[in-house]
């Protein structure tokens, strides 16, 4: 079975603080995601990345850094954590070129910025 | 541009009975993916069942069928025999290319499932 996992459930943070959020897969994939999940808005894809040190922009990465230094670990970095950056962060991975196929999720983080 | 519909923000069903989630997609892409994904209350979103733009049948998994109607733009999943363990949220996704080249999921809003006993 593919297992994602995420480094915390529940975070808490002030504002300005920066922020790492860890992303382990041990399926090998090629390919990982960072997402975040807003009430009414579904998902919105903030990074990705295809391979190693590769990082590309999705739909909303303004306030957000990505770092790909091992293929199993995809880190999303919030550079100084504002009130607006409250909500549900998911990861995923999956195989196969550009993209590939099945995404596979991870638990999710639930961060509280105060 | 790629965009996913889910009209129905929730829905019930009686246990044991069927109940169709509705999803259509738009897209100029000729070959994508159709997805599906369930989120409990605890967070985690777990894959579904897949469809491919070329797939001339319906996938199945268990309990869980994708009515693709290909002319219509539709995706809809049909869950028979409801259990309460379905109550979750589901999401319908679309495999596509985005606006650099690069193929991502695109994701609808989500319907909001409760199984009443």
């Known amino acids: 079975d593919v297992k994602v996992t995420q480094s915390s459930r529940y975070l808490v943070k002030r504002t300005g603080e920066k922020v790492f959020l860890e992303c382990v897969q041990d399926m090998d994939h090629e390919n990982m995601f960072w997402y975040r999940q807003d009430p009414g808005l579904g998902l919105r894809l903030i990074y990705f990345?295809?391979?190693?040190?590769?990082?590309e922009k999705g739909d909303i990465p303004e306030g957000y850094s990505v770092s790909r230094e091992k293929k199993e670990r995809f880190s999303l970095i919030l550079e100084s954590a504002s009130t607006n950056q409250t909500s549900m962060y998911l990861c995923?991975?999956?195989?196969?070129?550009?993209?590939?196929?099945?995404?596979?999720f991870g638990p999710g983080t639930r961060l509280l910025v105060l | 541009a790629q965009k996913i519909t889910q009209t129905q923000p929730g829905m019930f069903v009686q246990e044991k009975e069927a109940v169709t989630l509705d999803c259509t997609y738009d897209?100029?892409?000729?070959?994508?993916?159709l997805f599906w994904y369930k989120q409990p209350s605890s967070g985690e979103m777990i894959f579904l069942i897949y469809q491919g733009s070329y797939d001339e049948q319906n996938a199945t998994e268990g309990r869980y069928s994708l009515n693709f109607q290909k002319a219509r733009k539709s995706a809809n999943l049909v869950i028979s025999a409801s259990q309460l363990g379905d109550s979750a949220m589901y999401f319908c996704a679309m495999r596509g290319r985005d606006q650099t080249g690069a193929n991502n999921l695109f994701f609808g809003t989500g319907t909001r499932l409760t199984v009443i006993p």
């Open positions: 897209t100029s892409d000729q070959s994508y993916g």
């Open positions: 990345s295809y391979d190693v040190k590769m990082k």
């Open positions: 995923a991975s999956s195989s196969g070129a550009q993209g590939g196929e099945t995404q596979y």
